[in-house]
């Protein structure tokens, strides 16, 4: 008989929406008599990742708990599960934040240490998040809450998005020297992409007017725009206009000191080829 992946204890279904998919996932296998080997030949991945999967130490893509609704004929439940996973999986502050930024239409970012959400690659973001040392359930939760996001720049109107980054974005090394050539490799092939500007301010710049954090602006069709101002324990959502307009200026300054678009995906390119 096959070995199965029992890597990780079996969560508590009542912890969070995606140790309750696991346990569903489970007991919905069990049901059927499948064992997991079983399961995952029949929708097409690893025995250890649906191990991972019933344990709530990885988030299944989406078109993967489509396949466990073919498989274990259950009639569209993890499909319609899976959103809930991916939303619980953002911070209760950030929520709000992320419901915006689906419906801009440009998107403005400025990052101070490093490349910004929407151009993470996944092994970028999870070492970022690992920092903090959180529990593995939580991280992969975060993980794939970040993925989804990108999702925005992939859609058939996607918004406009200028990214500003302090050179130390592209310096620090995060993950290790493969995981940042990777990740550089992301931000260069965005700069080809027409809807995204990249800039670099570069490291001689000494002074500038947003050396005190983060912060991202979402412009829509109709209403007024958004600032979201990042900062260590949650960021801030704000729309009062003098906030608004003191962020665009921050913002029109950056731009001018920052290296052209071209400039900066060549020291980038540096960057990467130091690597």
């Not at 710049?205 to 109709?222: I, K, Q, R």
Request: hydrophobic fraction near 45%.
């Amino acid at each position: 008989m096959a070995a199965e992946f029992d890597l990780e204890p079996f969560s508590d279904p009542k912890a969070s929406t995606l140790a309750f998919f696991g346990a569903e996932l489970r007991l919905r296998r069990e049901g059927a008599g499948l064992s997991q080997t079983q399961l995952a030949k029949r929708v097409h991945c690893a025995p250890s990742l649906v191990s991972k999967i019933e344990s709530a130490v990885r988030v299944p893509k989406e078109d993967l708990a489509e396949a466990f609704d073919g498989a274990l004929g259950a009639d569209g439940f993890f499909a319609r599960l899976w959103p809930v996973v991916i939303r619980n999986a953002f911070p209760a502050w950030f929520r709000p934040y992320v419901a915006l930024e689906e419906q801009a239409v440009a998107i403005r970012a400025f990052e101070l240490q490093f490349a910004p959400g929407l151009l993470q690659t996944e092994e970028y973001a999870r070492a970022l998040f690992a920092g903090a040392r959180p529990d593995r359930p939580k991280l992969e939760e975060l993980v794939a809450a970040r993925m989804h996001r990108q999702h925005i720049l992939d859609r058939d109107d996607p918004p406009q998005f200028w990214v500003v980054m302090d050179e130390t974005a592209i310096r620090r090394n995060v993950g290790g020297p493969a995981v940042m050539h990777a990740q550089l490799a992301r931000l260069l092939e965005a700069t080809e992409i027409p809807r995204i500007v990249m800039q670099v301010v570069p490291a001689n710049v000494c002074s500038h007017p947003a050396l005190t954090g983060a912060f991202w602006t979402l412009s829509f069709d109709e209403g007024p725009d958004v600032v979201y101002l990042d900062s260590y324990y949650e960021g801030q959502l704000r729309a009062e206009p003098e906030v608004v307009t003191a962020v665009h200026r921050a913002y029109d300054l950056l731009r001018a000191i920052a290296l052209p678009p071209e400039a900066s995906a060549d020291l980038i390119a540096s960057v990467m080829k130091d690597l």
